[in-house]
Nanobody, 126 residues
Framework: QVQLAESGGGLVQAGGSLRLSCVAS????????MGWFRQAPGKEREFVAL?????????YYADAVKGRFTISRDNAKNTMYLQMNRMKPEATAMYSC??????????????????WGQGTQVTVSS
């Protein structure tokens, strides 16, 4: 069984910071690519960041968050994090972590991910 649970969302003012957590159960987190996605009301779900499977997983970021967001993983705790700094109102969205299952397409496409958490709401006020 594979279960993902996000936490850490909330209300933050523009320029502030939040750290999201994603705890994986059932299987080792590092055995698959793990990504963060977000979806604002009325918009498509979009890629935010991901870390490849393995101990030395490569990291990828969406251009919109480069330099401000940091993805990381603690294998001992089977937890993935998303540190969000200098947040902007346009970052308001439901943030979800996802475990990749398919490797027949782009790592940025949601159809590559089979397991999703419930999501945690992030709201940035101005």
């Amino acid at each position: 069984q594979v279960q993902l649970a996000e936490s850490g969302g909330g209300l933050v003012q523009a320029g502030g910071s939040l750290r999201l957590s994603c705890v994986a159960s059932g299987r080792t987190l590092s055995s698959s690519d793990m990504g963060w996605f977000r979806q604002a009301p009325g918009k498509e779900r979009e890629f935010v960041a991901l870390i490849d499977a393995g101990t030395g997983g490569r990291i990828y970021y969406a251009d919109a968050v480069k330099g401000r967001f940091t993805i990381s993983r603690d294998n001992a705790k089977n937890t993935m994090y998303l540190q969000m700094n200098r947040m902007k109102p346009e970052a308001t969205a439901m943030y979800s972590c996802a475990r990749r299952r398919r490797y027949n397409g782009s790592r940025y496409n949601t159809d590559q991910y089979a397991y999703w958490g419930q999501g945690t709401q992030v709201t940035v006020s101005s």
